[in-house]
């Protein structure tokens, strides 16, 4: 991470639990601390079992910590309730699963232009304009009209990753993004990233087991048991 | 409420078999309250009129005459044995003055006062007796329109001509223009000539009436200038207690609403109202139950989408709108089936039913109909739509 760039997202002494207060009650993240600033383009390796997916909600504001603030745009979240995560959330980040997660009653330019229309409702002539341009970017301005179970795994990864996009979010959480596509579609969103990184400006935080991946990313934060090990 | 209605009208579209099993199953229950709701009416509305047809809505006649008892020296006490008084004919007192207040009163339709009373009637060597009812042509006719029911003759009173009930006429081996004897005792008698037979499908009355004009009668029974009943008709056939007890305390006489003289009938059609809306309740509920566990299962089924929806951005309430839309659809969608159906139910039943009467159509049903059932869906949709809210994100994302 340079100097100078704005903080995107930071966490400090990080805790979760869960069945808190129970006889099962179990730490699974230990203190994190963290700082991803803009245009960051980070990977988050570890061990299955490693509490990757649970940081992953939690900075996704999917989840609250036990403990510890986490600040997106600088902004503390912790007491914020379910409205004000829900915006927050829907107005800087943007996810892509591993499993591409569309819904599949709706088109896939519906789909992209799903975050948007959640806040604003029926979608203006500006944003329809973006939704195709962030469709022909991934290559799928003719497949604007087609169901989800109409395209293929990567079309559909590729439909997912202009959905995340749509909002302009600061932060794209990406969940084992590659995980379910062969070598040369994976390669491919790879190179999406990477672009849209570039063009927009926007933070990207992939979790994956793929260490081709990883290694392509500028920096690796690894994860084991809980506890940052190596940045 | 644009996006949350797409959803939920896409989640419908994409649950086609589903849905249409649903709405099936809600069309089934509202054309069932439907036709029964408008059978029921009918069927009163038509039982009424039978009854009301021959009938004043209220009768209102002289107080019961009672025994007078000479109040005893202060200090003594007296045992009385009291016969009820017999109550003999008389006249309402004042009879004109209680027509006029009558004819103004805002709810009174029609009033007629008569005379009536027991006589024979003697043809030849056979004796029958019957009522006797002087009236004035012009005001009862709006009390009971019995000039549609003259099956020979015409209806005219008065000069001597009188107008009797079929059964009576074969008795008696009457004809129109045919000559009869009535006889009122205390050696009071008329010859009448039978202008008119009617037949209003009521045994007592085609049996027993004998219709005369006011003056004629009034001299047959010995009350001259006198009337034993005034007769009235109400607008609203509902409020002939209210009317009635109004009448009673406005000139002191004895006012009975047909609903008093035919407590029978009164009970069989409040209880048959409370069959049908516990039909209609009981009817509602399962249609309810029905939209609830689909939704139920339509929530589990798209755990993992309302997952993802969350996670874009789709707040709570948003979430809770999507299903109560649904549940909304569900209930207006198959209202509107059933309605129609329910219509084909009593057209059917009008046109090609047994003929024993006509069910009216009435246009408030469909549109109330609808209303309930949509509120019906809201409301069932509640619970699941309150699960749907509920589902955390991150449990959702991840459920297969």
């Known amino acids: ?231 | 409420m644009w996006i949350e209605w797409n959803i939920a009208v896409k989640f419908l579209r994409e649950g086609r078999s589903q849905t249409a099993l649903i709405l099936v199953g809600i069309a089934v229950g509202v054309s069932v309250i439907v036709f029964i709701t408008a059978l029921i009416t009918g069927l009163q509305a038509n039982i009424i009129e039978r009854t009301l047809g021959t009938q004043a809505h209220i009768k209102i006649q002289a107080p019961d005459e009672v025994n007078r008892i000479l109040p005893t020296a202060i200090g003594t006490t007296q045992l009385v044995l009291e016969d009820k008084r017999p109550q003999r004919l008389r006249s309402i007192n004042n009879w004109q003055q209680v027509v006029e207040t009558l004819d103004q009163l805002s709810q009174v339709m029609a009033v007629s006062p008569i005379v009536s009373g027991p006589a024979f009637a003697r043809r030849g060597e056979s004796l029958e007796s019957v009522a006797l009812v002087g009236i004035d042509v012009a005001r009862y006719q709006k009390i009971i329109p019995i000039s549609n029911d003259i099956v020979a003759g015409q209806f005219r009173v008065g000069a001597g001509d009188a107008v009797i009930g079929k059964l009576l006429a074969d008795d008696l081996g009457l004809r129109v223009g045919d000559k009869l004897r009535l006889d009122a005792g205390l050696d009071a008698y008329s010859v009448v000539n039978i202008a008119g037979i009617f037949e209003l499908g009521v045994r007592e009355l085609d049996s027993r009436y004998v219709y005369l004009d006011l003056k004629q009668a009034q001299s047959l029974l010995n009350l001259p200038g006198g009337v034993t009943v005034i007769d009235v008709t109400v607008q609203e056939i509902f409020t002939a207690d209210v009317v009635a007890s109004r009448i009673a305390r406005l000139t002191g006489l004895k006012s009975e609403s047909w609903m008093e003289t035919n407590t029978q009938l009164m009970n069989a059609l409040s209880s048959q109202s409370l069959s049908t809306s516990m039909i209609s309740l009981f009817v509602a509920l399962s249609v309810a139950f029905g939209i609830a566990s689909v939704l139920s299962v339509s929530v589990v089924q798209r755990t993992r989408e309302i997952g993802i929806l969350r996670a874009m951005g789709t707040t709570q309430k948003q979430m809770l709108l999507v299903f109560l839309i649904q549940g909304a659809l569900y209930g207006l969608a198959g209202s509107l089936v059933g309605s129609m159906a329910g219509y084909a139910l009593v057209w059917a039943f009008n046109n090609l039913g047994p003929g024993l009467f006509y069910i009216p159509v009435s246009s408030t049903l469909v549109p109330i109909a609808m209303a309930i059932a949509t509120i019906t869906g809201v409301l069932s949709a509640a619970i699941p739509a309150r699960r749907a809210a509920r589902l955390d994100p991150v449990v959702a994302i991840r459920y297969v």
Do not use: W
């Open chain 1, 1 to 231: 991470m340079s100097e100078g760039k704005q903080e995107v997202l930071r966490l400090e002494a990080i805790k979760k639990s869960y069945n808190v207060g129970q006889a099962t009650e179990t730490e699974v993240l230990h203190g994190i601390d963290m700082l991803v600033a803009q245009s960051d383009f980070t990977a988050l390796i570890g061990p299955s079992g490693s509490g990757k997916s649970t940081l992953l909600n939690l900075i996704g504001l999917l989840d609250t910590p036990t403990s510890g603030e986490l600040f997106l745009l600088s902004k503390p979240t912790r007491e914020m309730d379910d409205a004000a995560r829900t915006s927050l959330r829907g107005n800087t980040i943007g996810f892509v699963f591993q499993f591409h997660h569309l819904i599949q009653a709706f088109t896939a330019m519906e789909n992209v232009l799903m975050p948007l229309m959640l806040v604003h409702g029926k979608p203006n002539r500006e944003s329809l304009d973006r939704g195709k341009e962030l469709l022909s970017e991934v290559g799928l301005v003719k497949f604007l009209d087609k169901k989800p179970n109409e395209l293929s795994g990567g079309q559909q990864q590729r439909v997912a990753i202009a959905r995340a996009l749509i909002t302009r979010p600061a932060l794209l959480l990406a969940d084992e993004p590659t995980g379910n596509l062969d070598t040369k579609t994976a390669a491919d969103v790879f190179a999406l990233f990477r672009r849209f990184n570039e063009k927009f400006g926007c933070a990207f935080l992939l979790v994956t087991h793929d260490p081709r991946l990883s290694d392509s990313c500028d920096r690796t934060l690894t994860l084991v048991d809980g506890m940052i090990v190596r940045n």
